[in-house]
């Protein structure tokens, strides 16, 4: 089985956790024996390669104007004229191209086909959904470039949609897509309509979707129309492996209480922050942890200043890679608390350094997870109350920090499903768990 896969990001260059999911799955495929080749639209070169190959979409060619690639162009605001004007051009190309055009009185019409490339930048900024549209027409080059090396083409979240769309016209291939997070989850009932469109058409074009949890599933069938037997789903899983290192130095006595993730309205970063003020209330040996960046941000640093607690609660920025294990390193507990979560990677990955973990039922792992503290993201007391229990009772932390990492790690009891033809399980981790003790 050979799979041309389409994603936006891949570590170590990554923003959240669908990199990581992809990553993962990349490895998980290649123990199977499937070949995959992942484009993304800019890749840095320094990728681990090992089970994947890497395409920069930057660096492909793509025949500009031509007749049979205009209708990826239809669902899209732009204007097409025909002239000699072409973008990312150099001075020298178009001098040559003019001075052909004035001997040979032809100039440039719809069907005219010119090569170009272009740059992506690869992150999230004002000029994505152009960047979507162009990594669309050049995902229909590679899928021509590529013919005959792929058996099936899979698109990783809606900012890929369209271009798994375009390979799968050109190429013919069937295409699985793959819905980690709705419009519906980072922004609840205030949609935004195109992101919205680009979902539905991405799922309604795709031959299979996979979702990363049930919860996610019910979304694409109710929201979206999607018939329920092309709906499958496979929950995302983590791989930590074991690290020996010295155990990290705390610098305080102090229970740590650590929030990881985006600071926006989804991941609930309030809700955290108006337990810990409860939480101090009771007991006053307890610092807060935020870490992570996003819109609400500064909403939550004025909310904790208002409230009295910044000198028990800090802020630590975006954290990545070896950032990441080393935070989980430190914490005595983990909150989630997400208004919608559709599966949620870092309670595994905590719950794998033995860290107690405290999650909103309205997650997708809450689906698989039996030792994990679960609460109504809304519920403000029962989280500060169950945040009191793991820092004051320490047999409650230790029973909940060796099953939960026993749970995380035997993930794979789970029921395997049908991808590609073959079994897959839903998790690929290390029988490993951190052997930590906790001051």
């Not at 798994?164 to 309509?193: C, W, Y």
């Not at 929030?259 to 309205?265: A, M, N």
Request: net charge neutral; proline share 4%; glycine share 8%.
């Amino acid at each position: 089985m050979r799979v041309l896969m389409f994603g936006w990001e891949f570590p170590p260059h990554i923003a959240g956790g669908l990199g990581t999911a992809c990553y993962g799955m990349t490895r998980g495929l290649a123990q199977h024996g499937v070949k995959v080749i992942f484009v993304m639209p800019k890749a840095f070169g320094d990728e681990d390669q090992q089970f994947v190959r890497v395409v920069n979409a930057s660096d492909v060619e793509t025949l500009y104007g031509d007749p049979k690639q205009q209708s990826i162009w239809e669902k899209l605001t732009f204007i097409h004229i025909n002239s000699n004007m072409v973008p990312y051009i150099s001075p020298e190309e178009y001098a040559s191209y003019s001075e052909q055009a004035r001997q040979t009185g032809s100039f440039l019409t719809q069907g005219d086909v010119w090569k170009e490339r272009y740059n992506f930048s690869g992150s999230y900024g004002p000029n994505l959904m152009e960047e979507i549209a162009r990594y669309a027409m050049v995902a229909a080059q590679v899928a021509k470039n590529l013919a005959g090396q792929f058996d099936v083409i899979h698109a990783h979240d809606w900012l890929t949609y369209y271009a798994g769309i375009a390979a799968k016209r050109v190429s013919g291939k069937p295409l699985v897509v793959h819905m980690h997070a709705t419009e519906f989850d980072r922004s609840g009932e205030n949609i935004n309509q195109q992101v919205y469109n680009i979902e539905r058409t991405g799922m309604m074009e795709a031959d299979r979707v996979i979702a990363v949890s049930n919860l996610t599933r019910n979304i694409v069938i109710n929201k979206y129309g999607i018939p329920p037997e092309r709906v499958v789903t496979v929950h995302n899983a983590v791989r930590f492996a074991a690290q020996e290192h010295e155990a990290e130095e705390r610098g305080v006595d102090d229970k740590i209480v650590t929030f990881l993730g985006r600071i926006t309205y989804q991941k609930g970063p309030d809700y955290f922050v108006e337990a810990a003020a409860k939480v101090l209330k009771r007991v006053d040996n307890v610092r807060f942890v935020m870490a992570g960046s996003g819109d609400m941000l500064n909403h939550v640093i004025r909310r904790v200043a208002k409230l009295g607690i910044a000198n028990r609660f800090h802020f630590t920025g975006f954290l990545r890679g070896a950032e990441v294990q080393k935070m989980f390193a430190l914490s005595d507990v983990y909150v989630m608390p997400s208004v919608s979560e559709p599966f949620g990677i870092s309670p595994l990955e905590a719950m794998k350094s033995n860290v107690p973990v405290i999650i909103s039922k309205q997650s997708g792992v809450a689906e698989v997870l039996d030792y994990a503290i679960k609460v109504d993201y809304w519920d403000v007391d029962a989280l500060a109350d169950a945040i009191y229990g793991l820092v004051k009772y320490p047999a409650l932390a230790k029973m909940s920090s060796e099953r939960g990492c026993h749970e995380a790690t035997n993930l794979r009891k789970m029921q395997p499903v049908k991808l590609y033809g073959y079994t897959n399980q839903s998790s690929d981790t290390e029988t490993y768990c951190a052997d930590k003790t906790k001051s």
